[in-house]
């Protein structure tokens, strides 16, 4: 039978990993709204046929997208299609969402 101390132990550190996988679920949800916002700034440009995505957009969405790892940074920004990015954000948001579903099994 454990000890009381043992107990606080094992209670302690179950509370720091549902504290980290709390931060990190909260970290996926706060990117899924950020490329839903990237998502939806882009698709007001598609709508009305703009072909030129508004450098700060751009911006943000390269940071976003390098930050992630995905390979259409490596590419020119200038020669990257509204549609591509959103493909691109697709994925990230995809991956993320793919991870959340893994949690909850």
Known sequence: MPTIEETCVAISRL???WE????QRYARRNKIRYIDRLLNELEQLNIADEAEIPTEL???CLEFVDGEGHALARRSVAEVAIAEWMDALYDIQDSLMFAMEDEED
């Not at 980290?20 to 931060?23: A, G, L, N, S, Y």
């Open 20 to 23: 980290v996988e709390k931060t």
């Open 15 to 17: 509370e720091h990993q």
């Open 58 to 60: 751009r911006t943000l």
